[in-house]
């Protein structure tokens, strides 16, 4: 069966650190992966999506990147963490229909 | 500009009653939505979709009811139980012709169901 890794659970940052989130997925190949962020009081944002290695797509200008080195493997990252990246962050993948499936999340707080 | 409206932030229902979870959008083109549960500290989880070409669906005691006309979608809980508790999600796409879903998702509604 599938399953989707990602980690940490929580993090805790101050502003100006690098950030670096890791989601991984088993039991599936060639997955479409998206990272999601839920900021205090809003609904879920796409923030990127991969349909393929290499190959990223950003919905929002921001401080964060995406990298997607394997099929299975999808990395969240900034070099310089701002207040405003607090939030959940959560991955997710679907082979191509119907909904997705979520990471546990993981809650980040910069302070 | 938000999309996909969920304009209750929350909702408190006794158990064994109904719960209704509104949900409005704006895009015309949207031909495919989703429901998600969501617990604290845990990523949401799927519960039910429905597509525009029907206006009903049911699955056990969650129906979803689709109204392209006014757009609009409601989840219906029945009978509501105390781990139906949660914040629930709407989300709604284009179902593409190449590339993949993009899900928009409203801002949650959280429900209280009381024993």
Not at chain 1, 22 to 51: D, H, I, K, M
Not at chain 1, 63 to 89: H, W
């Amino acid at each position: 069966s599938q399953t989707i890794h990602q980690w940490p659970a929580t993090l805790v940052q101050p502003v100006g650190s690098p950030l670096s989130l890791e989601c991984t997925v088993e039991g599936t190949s060639n997955p479409n992966l998206y990272w999601y962020r839920q900021a205090a009081g809003r609904g879920l944002q796409l923030l990127f999506y991969s349909v393929g290695i290499g190959q990223i797509s950003s919905e929002v200008p921001q401080n964060l990147s995406a990298s997607r080195p394997q099929d299975r493997q999808f990395i969240l990252s900034s070099k310089k963490l701002l207040l405003s990246d607090s939030g959940f962050y959560l991955c997710a993948w679907t082979l191509g229909f119907r909904g997705y499936t979520f990471g546990s999340g993981t809650r980040l707080t910069v302070v | 500009d938000q999309q996909v409206k969920q304009n209750s932030p929350s909702l408190s229902v006794q158990e064994g009653r109904i719960s209704i979870l509104n949900c409005d959008y704006t895009n015309s083109m949207f031909d495919y939505f989703l429901w998600y549960k969501k617990y604290p500290a845990e990523g949401p989880t799927f519960l039910i979709s429905i597509s525009s070409i029907k206006d009903k669906n049911e699955d056990g005691r969650f129906t979803v009811f689709l109204n392209k006309s006014a757009k609009h979608l409601s989840l219906h809980i029945v009978p509501s139980q105390p781990g139906d508790s949660a914040v629930y999600f709407c989300a709604a796409s284009i179902i593409p012709t190449s590339g993949t879903y993009k899900y928009i998702f409203g801002t949650g509604t959280r429900l209280k169901v009381l024993a």
